[in-house]
T-cell receptor, first 113, second 112 residues
Framework: DAGVIQSPRHEVTEMGQEVTLRCKPI?????LFWYRQTMMRGLELLIY????????DSGMPEDRFSAKMPNASFSTLKIQPSEPRDSAVYFC???????????FGPGTRLLVL | GESVGLHLPTLSVQEGDNSIINCAYS??????FIWYKQESGKGPQFIIDIRSNMDKRQGQRVTVLLNKTVKHLSLQIAATQPGDSAVYFCAEILGSNYKLTFGKGTLLTVNP
């Protein structure tokens, strides 16, 4: 089992640039979650997909953030334009069911200069 | 609002000792609890879970205890090893809700 796969692992970009984070959930899992982790706020849920459909995006900070899940094996989180305050570690997690145990990927460490 | 919290933000133990990490939760309706371990530079890793109809569950070197009377959850690690050094989070789920509510985390440091 490869687990949840995320890319890139590290991203450094300049303010105003577009950033795209990628996630491949565990095969067979029907739920996918994007989180952001900072020292100040801990782990925050950004968006939740079930069967490729966004169910809850109330955690998305603002319109600069968008997420897609075109199929069961791939999701993207896009920030456009990026700002320094977006610097954080972004995790993708998947679970077999919406209320089941979530398994996290290794995260993408984003630094916006 | 209701949330999951931790009593101790840091815990330092000697290698070979047993560790106990505590968590208090305030939502008595929560029925599923999970412990995660997060090592530096990595994502949270599932350790063990427990449902509210149980008061104890054991895994390999780990035991989770649930005391619903006082809304307390604990993670016991037997014979703590340097590789156990990490931040430990408890998390709860309410019913069929998908949202994990995470505690702030406890940093466990194992001294050789």
């Amino acid at each position: 089992d490869a687990g949840v796969i995320q890319s890139p692992r590290h991203e450094v970009t300049e303010m105003g640039q577009e950033v795209t984070l990628r996630c491949k959930p565990i095969s067979g899992h029907n739920s996918l979650f994007w989180y952001r982790q900072t020292m100040m706020r801990g782990l925050e849920l950004l968006i939740y997909f079930n069967n490729n459909v966004p169910i809850d995006d109330s955690g998305m900070p603002e319109d600069r953030f968008s997420a897609k899940m075109p199929n069961a094996s791939f999701s993207t989180l896009k920030i456009q334009p990026s700002e320094p305050r977006d610097s954080a570690v972004y995790f993708c997690a998947s679970s077999a069911t919406g209320a089941g145990t979530q398994y996290f990927g290794p995260g993408t460490r984003l630094l916006v200069l | 609002g209701e949330s999951v919290g931790l009593h101790l933000p840091t815990l330092s133990v000697q290698e070979g000792d047993n560790s106990i990490i505590n968590c208090a939760y305030s939502n008595s309706a929560s029925d599923y609890f999970i412990w995660y371990k997060q090592e530096s530079g990595k994502g949270p890793q599932f350790i063990i879970d427990i449902r509210s109809n149980m008061d104890k569950r054991q895994g390999q070197r780990v035991t989770v205890l649930l005391n619903k009377t006082v809304k307390h959850l604990s993670l016991q690690i037997a014979a703590t090893q340097p590789g156990d050094s990490a931040v430990y989070f408890c998390a709860e789920i309410l019913g069929s809700n998908y949202k994990l509510t995470f505690g702030k985390g406890t940093l466990l440091t194992v001294n050789p």
